[in-house]
């Protein structure tokens, strides 16, 4: 019989869960509008996609500097020396992800890119956080993980205009590197999940320090690749702020706070709302058709992350 002190634990353990999945919901439903952020500043002017990367997280990087500064009152680039190995790797996870992805883009279609990226992460994730985390791959979590992942793909098929010749070396190749960003992804997601619990550094300058790291790296393989251009017009400076500031350093913030509620398979299965977010913001802002298969991967996203907010610890 579980006495009335555990059973207060247990309602507290509960509604921090809870409210972690609430912020997870919250950060992905930001990052589905990078999306269309990103098709919108191509209409204004196309621009490299090293160029975006790099200024998105130019943005970035100074203001996850500023808010560290006044949240602790100390200097952001003061951390302890054991720590800065997991901050580095997680800029590198952070800059990998960008340009794995911007990659495979030209080399097979954007469908396949998003779908081999996003659904193979939670699988990585889930994996991966037996060893680290210790975490149970519980019927719920198995339940949760099989219904984002076939939402996903409904998505795919919903939004899919060609099937695409998947023999091709360029094709493949593509698939490859998209696998590359899935993996980069969850290289963010468990070394974010690490960072809340093996360093002193807050959530601000974690995300500050790794952004920095990453622009940093973005920015030599742009000069080095000969993608970077800053001679944009004035609208696509606003695009890409507003990429920086919003998508990327208010919803990293959030994420983080997240991760220290949630568990790292939670936090990589919520974020799949993020492609049935992106799908409905690119029908009410670009005209793009929803099919009955993108309404029904919509649904079944939103009731996986039902089920992961109700499930037992």
Known sequence: MIGSEELILTKQQEKKRSGGIVLLVMAAGIWGTVGVSSALLNRIESTPALTIGFLRLAFSAPFLLGVAFF??????????????????ALGIAMASYQLFYFMAIPLSSVTLVVVVALCSAPVIVALLSIPIFKEKLTGSVILALGLAL????????????????????????????????????????????????????????TMAL????????????????????????????????????????????????????????????????????AAFLAW?????????LTLAGTIMLVVSVWILSIRKS
């Open 210 to 277: 790794s952004f920095t790291f990453a622009a940093i790296l973005l920015l030599g393989g742009a000069l080095l690749t000969g993608n970077l251009k800053l001679n944009l017009a004035p609208g696509v400076w606003m695009m890409a702020a507003y990429l920086g500031l919003i998508p990327t350093g208010v919803a990293y913030i959030i994420f983080m706070q997240a991760l220290r509620r949630a568990t790292a398979t939670a936090a990589s299965i919520v974020t799949l709302l993020e492609p049935g977010v």
């Open 150 to 205: 076939a939402g996903t793909g409904l998505l795919t098929l919903g939004g899919s205009s060609n099937s695409g010749d998947f023999l091709k070396p360029e094709y493949l190749l593509g698939a490859l590197l998209a696998l590359g960003a899935g993996l980069s992804y969850s290289s963010i997601t468990i070394l974010s999940k690490l960072a809340t619990r093996h360093t002193k550094s807050g959530n601000s300058q």
């Open 71 to 88: 949240t602790t009152r100390r200097n952001p680039f003061k951390a302890r020396l054991r720590d800065l190995p997991l901050f580095a």
């Open 284 to 292: 009410l802002l670009l005209g793009e058709s929803v099919s009955l």
